[in-house]
């Protein structure tokens, strides 16, 4: 096991690996910005370096920075968290150059998934279906036409190096085509520094289902079920179940032998996540996800298992020591990502936290770094706080999102509590009958 680990990330997940690494009794170093000098992760932390600047590519994006703080402090792992170098391949390659264990997949799975197409080849080697789409990146206008008007109009047009919802455009008829591919083009140039695009078939009420990996050394793989992540705004998740509202068991059972068994034969290891479109009965994969998402408390609740304690397990190469059949399910559980945000247009709203009061009792957990005097600053995401409740059922669950939600002051900041107590209200929500669609609608008042 690991001597000392540094946490190479801030905010709630932060915290959310710090709190794990004391349950096992490893010291944690904490890397912080000028800008995150009085965070909480930094003053909950065993050590702490500052590694540059506010802006996140001067500090918490510099790997050499990291790597320094990692030496000099004697840690001999790094967890890094969602976000940041979480998907670099390159920083987990100069991680294991150094002797330090990078507590994450191999780099060349890092870089296999990264590349969307490039995952979606190797899915549909070993018996994944996927959403219909060009199975090439892009070059020119021509060849894009055909191969949408092969796939039938509105076709999305992704980036391949995308994430966040980013670089993504709908074509909806073939006269729109070459405007939407310059203005994907230009997207993902700025938000990625690479323009490689692709096409898909723009499904029309998909859910978003995504199951939950982990892969052992020793080549054992599990699932841990299924998310759904259907709320979503911009492409952007919002709001996230487990487990789907949508799905039978017997269908769970199908998608997770699926996932478990490409995994097994591309030799994954550690957490990952397989992200599906669900539509019409049928399940098509988009993407996989090689670190710890946003988003896994709520497979934690309803399974009982530490996620990121078993990816540092995996990390030290310790077996899993369970199999398939080890794994329960218990009830019902969601989280709502508080950003501050004004709920109105989602314009960031930075300030300080004047007051602050998290919400408890049975079945209620929140993953936040936010206290009373933060100054919440406009440099990095705006996701603030994680409110995550757990019920026998999926009803109960929503009677307890609507009391802790009532119950949370943040005080001083805008955030989008108001929106999810509203959501919470609908009667499309309550029925479990949404799609990807479903919440832009709702915000702009089209539902
Ligand atoms: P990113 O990596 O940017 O998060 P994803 O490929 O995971 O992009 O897609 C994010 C979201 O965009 C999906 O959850 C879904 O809501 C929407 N989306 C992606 N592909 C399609 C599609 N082919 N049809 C309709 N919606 C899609």
Known sequence: MFHKILIANRGEVALRIQRTCRELGIPTVAVHSTADSQAMHVRLADESVCIGPPPARESYLNKAAILSAAIITGSDAIHPGYGFLAENAEFAE???????????????????????IEAKRVMAKHGVPLVPGSMEA????????????????PVLIKAAAGGGGRGMQVARE?????????????????????????????????????????????GQVVHLGER??????????????????????????????????????????????????????EFAFIEMNTRLQVEHPVTEMITGIDLVREQIRIAAGEPLGYGQADIRFAGHAIECRINAETPASFIPSPGRVEAYHAPGGLGVRVDSALYAGLLVTPF???????????????????????????????????????????????PEFAAGTYNVHWLERFVTGNA
């Open 228 to 281: 759904d992540c259907s709320l979503q705004r911009r492409h952007q998740k919002l709001l996230e179940e487990a487990g789907s509202p949508a799905l039978a068991p017997a269908e769970r059972e199908r998608l997770g032998a699926q996932a478990t068994a490409a995994l097994a034969a591309i030799g994954y290891r550690n957490a990952g996540t397989l992200e599906f479109l669900y539509q019409d009965g």
């Open 380 to 426: 990095y995401d705006s996701l603030v706080a994680k409110l995550i409740v757990h019920g026998r059922t999926r009803s109960e669950a929503i009677a307890r999102l609507r009391r802790a939600i009532d119950e949370f002051a943040i005080i001083g900041i805008e955030t989008t509590l108001p929106l999810f107590r509203r959501i919470v209200d609908a």
């Open 174 to 218: 073939a006269g729109e085509l070459a405007e939407r591919l310059a203005l994907g083009r230009a997207e993902a140039q700025a938000a990625f520094g690479a323009n490689a695009l692709y096409l898909e078939k723009y499904l029309d009420r998909p859910r978003h289902i995504e199951m939950q990996m982990l892969a052992d050394h020793a």
């Open 138 to 153: 892009i070059t020119d206008t021509a060849g894009a036409a055909r191969a949408a008007a092969a796939l039938g109009y």
């Open 94 to 116: 100069m991680v294991a150059a150094h002797d330090l264990t990078f507590i994450g997949p191999a780099p060349r799975h890092i870089r296999m998934m990264g590349d969307k």
